[in-house]
Antibody, heavy 125, light 110 residues
Framework: EVQLVESGGGLVKPGGSLRLSCAAS????????MGWVRQAPGKGLDWIGR??????????DYAAPAKGRFSISRDDSKNTLYLQMNSLQTEDTAVYYC????????????????WGTGATVTVSS | NFVLTQPHSVSDSPGKTVTISCTRS????????VQWFQQRPGSSPATLIY?????PSGVPDRFSGSIDSSSNSASLTISGLKTEDEADYYC?????????FGPGTKVTVL
């Protein structure tokens, strides 16, 4: 069974940093494109970005609000995806989900197959 | 950049059919694949439809997706409505690497 379990969430002050982890199991992690989506309290879903498999170059792409502040990386030896978040603001308060991307068209994910359990990040003074 | 518009809410009785629209503000809806996600209260989202009309394994065939170029919209149809279908439903598409989610539609089973 494919499982994604996020960790590392918590309370952080504005301007602070946090690193989320996503432990993957049940599939060949190194072959997978992976991504992050977030959901602010009571709001809809927002795309953060994705990382390709190393076979496909291992490159990253980010939504505009995440560029320059957020960084996605992976450790295939640990089957783990990371989201490094810097210069956090109150509007970054959200549940952060990692996802597996099974299909893509060009550079865009077109099938986000599995969603993680979510990690809650609260940015507040 | 484009925007996806969904109705805020839809409701109907068990056994009925509901359809949720997802209208693209600019660019052709047919140019880029659409996904649909279901999020039950307190749970993570789950993928219902990908590539406009494909269902992942395990998703009941009561759920179907379609595209209508004349209205520049995608639609999710839920037939034989069940109480367990009460959830928020989100559409999503893209333009290049810019992924856009709709605001979500709350489905209430009366």
């Amino acid at each position: 069974e494919v499982q994604l379990v996020e960790s590392g969430g918590g309370l952080v002050k504005p301007g602070g940093s946090l690193r989320l982890s996503c432990a993957a199991s049940g599939f060949t992690f190194s072959d997978a494109w992976m991504g992050w989506v977030r959901q602010a309290p009571g709001k809809g879903l927002d795309w953060i970005g994705r990382i390709k498999s190393k076979t496909n170059g291992g490159t990253t792409d980010y939504a505009a609000p995440a560029k320059g502040r957020f960084s996605i990386s992976r450790d295939d030896s640990k089957n783990t995806l990371y989201l490094q978040m810097n210069s956090l603001q109150t509007e970054d308060t959200a549940v952060y989900y990692c996802i597996t991307i099974l299909l893509w068209f060009g550079e865009a994910p077109i099938y986000m197959a599995v969603w993680g359990t979510g990690a809650t990040v609260t940015v507040s003074s | 950049n484009f925007v996806l518009t969904q109705p805020h809410s839809v409701s109907d009785s068990p056994g009925k059919t509901v359809t949720i629209s997802c209208t693209r503000s600019s660019g052709s809806i047919a140019s880029n694949f659409v996904q649909w996600f279901q999020q039950r209260p307190g749970s993570s989202p789950a993928t219902l439809i990908y590539e406009d009309n494909q269902r992942p394994s395990g998703v009941p065939d009561r759920f179907s997706g379609s595209i209508d170029s004349s209205s520049n919209s995608a639609s999710l149809t839920i037939s034989g409505l069940k109480t367990e279908d009460e959830a928020d439903y989100y559409c999503q598409s893209y333009d290049g690497t810019n992924l856009v989610f709709g605001p979500g539609t709350k489905v209430t089973v009366l």
